[in-house]
């Protein structure tokens, strides 16, 4: 499978005239639970030839292809990448951070190494407690829910405590997340859940988890108090980001 997905970028490369510098795994295989039959989520980001950041006309920062059963794979220009940056946008540090990377060239090294500056505290936990809070409503407020989604609030809200302890981007894998800051009276009831998720279809049923859902329900109320009392964090220069731009399109063009 991975030799299918390097083809995919190989040839996204070729029919959109781009150079992909760097490109990984950005779903639930990457955070470590994934299900016999989870497709692969392939994120990249891409640098076009110079003479496309000096048109009048927009061109599209996007590529996308079309998503299959196994395959769902799109990339962010390296402009736009690099905005979001300023911006502080956690899917950045998350792409960055994955464990599993498909290509990568001496860029990815560079962007490592100035996002920590660019970090935000109050934007990350924003983006996590949003997701956690809009999953758990939707999703596990039955009595019956699908294995996976109790996932999908855990991994951001173990993910919204490691940020409010460390200050720091929190790591992709929910084991990490889980070893330090999942409670450990609820572990073997996660262990059993991540082993079912692990193990089963997508769609897999089981009746909903009380201690977790009781754990969920206050933790969400509690970050969100805490992200109440955060102080205001300053904007980052753009002067970094410009250098790393300028420096990118020479060394690719």
């Not at 781009?18 to 039959?37: N, Q, T």
């Not at 935000?120 to 407020?141: D, F, P, T, V, W």
């Not at 108090?225 to 964090?233: C, T």
Request: proline fraction near 5%; glycine fraction near 2%.
């Amino acid at each position: 499978m991975e030799e299918l997905i390097v083809n995919e970028l190989k040839k996204i490369e070729a029919e959109n005239n781009v150079k992909i510098l760097l490109a990984v795994e950005s779903g639930s295989r990457a955070w470590g639970f994934a299900s016999p039959d989870s497709d692969y989520d392939v994120r990249f980001i891409y640098v076009r030839p110079k003479e496309y950041y000096l048109r009048l006309e927009e061109v599209r920062d996007v590529i996308e292809l079309p998503i299959n059963d196994e395959l769902d794979i799109n990339g962010w220009d390296l402009q736009k990448a690099l905005r979001l940056l300023y911006r502080s946008n956690p899917t950045l540090f998350e792409w960055f951070s994955s464990p599993i990377v498909y290509m990568e060239t001496e860029f990815a090294d560079q962007f490592r190494i100035i996002m920590t500056e660019y970090f935000s505290s109050q934007k990350s936990l924003y983006h996590y407690i949003s997701m956690a809070e809009g999953n758990y409503r939707e999703y596990l407020k039955r009595e019956m829910v699908k294995a996976k989604k109790y996932f999908y609030v855990l991994r951001p809200v173990l993910a919204c405590n490691w940020v409010l302890n460390r200050r720091t981007p929190p790591p992709m894998l929910f084991d990490d997340l889980a070893a330090a800051e999942l409670p450990t009276e609820l572990r073997p009831d996660v262990d059993r859940l991540l082993d079912l998720k692990m193990n089963s279809p997508e769609v897999k049923e089981i009746p909903k988890i009380d201690a977790i859902n009781e754990y969920l329900d206050r933790e969400i109320v509690s970050i969100k108090e805490k992200i109440k009392e955060l102080a205001k964090e300053q904007n980052n220069s753009w002067k970094v980001l410009n250098d790393l731009f300028l420096r990118t399109l020479d060394a690719y063009n």
